[in-house]
């Protein structure tokens, strides 16, 4: 027989981040039963914050990590990084360039008499 003293509801914690050049944002995001709720949020200003090292970086990334209880870590990324250009081709241009990449010379209607 199950107890409800002991049922924990289902809680996920995410804290998501975004590190740009000069900046750097923090999120920590708990979703318990489908709702949404802001744990913290935090903004830093890299340079003026002391950190321009990658080592004083790592070690304040760290130690909020440590604070938030080490929840997994969502980042983002920029645009430029993320996405990619798709180019839909018709079946016709497609073998027209299919055809000249291997320099195949394809018959045509008129070839078949």
């Given at each position: 027989?199950l107890r409800s003293?002991?049922?924990?509801?289902?809680?996920?914690?995410?804290?998501?981040?975004?590190?740009?050049?000069?900046?750097?944002?923090?999120?920590?995001?708990?979703?318990?039963?489908?709702?949404?709720?802001?744990?913290?949020?935090?903004?830093?200003?890299?340079?003026?914050?002391?950190?321009?090292?990658?080592?004083?970086?790592?070690?304040?990334?760290?130690?909020?990590?440590?604070?938030c209880g080490r929840?997994?870590?969502?980042?983002?990324?920029?645009?430029?990084?993320?996405?990619?250009?798709?180019?839909?081709?018709?079946?016709?241009?497609?073998?027209?360039?299919?055809?000249?990449?291997?320099?195949?010379?394809?018959?045509?209607?008129?070839?078949?008499?």
């Amino acid at each position: 027989m199950l107890r409800s003293d002991r049922l924990q509801p289902p809680v996920r914690r995410v804290l998501a981040v975004d590190a740009g050049s000069r900046r750097l944002k923090l999120i920590l995001v708990k979703s318990s039963f489908g709702r949404t709720q802001i744990l913290r949020e935090e903004s830093l200003d890299l340079h003026e914050e002391g950190l321009v090292t990658t080592e004083e970086l790592e070690s304040h990334l760290q130690s909020i990590l440590e604070d938030c209880g080490r929840p997994p870590i969502a980042l983002t990324l920029s645009q430029h990084l993320s996405t990619s250009q798709i180019i839909e081709l018709s079946a016709t241009a497609r073998l027209s360039m299919t055809s000249s990449a291997w320099n195949l010379r394809l018959p045509t209607a008129s070839s078949f008499g």
